[in-house]
């Protein structure tokens, strides 16, 4: 999977709140086409399939939800140690 820029995680963190697409662009001083195409290239990125999945699939980049083997999503209480 390809790295998320800082740029794309800040955008990423704004869509997690829920709001508009227009309000979060406000609120990034963007034009709310601008965050559509970035979303999209963040979507394309981490294959995501519509706004939610890709959200899912972001936390889950980012090690914030866990996927066990069935493909349920749990949220990550601790960070597992490295082995």
């Not at 829920?18 to 965050?35: D, H, M, Q």
């Not at 890709?54 to 597992?80: A, D, F, Q, S």
């Amino acid at each position: 999977m390809k790295e998320i820029t800082p740029r794309q995680r800040a955008l990423m963190e704004a869509v997690i709140q829920g709001e508009s697409y227009k309000v979060t662009a406000f609120k990034l001083g963007i034009a709310p086409n601008t965050l559509k195409s970035h979303f999209f290239w963040i979507k394309k990125k981490l294959k995501g399939k519509n706004r939610i999945d890709t959200i899912i699939k972001y936390l889950i980049h980012e090690g914030r939800l866990i996927e066990n083997e069935t493909r349920t999503v749990y949220e990550r209480k601790t960070v597992p140690e490295k082995r």
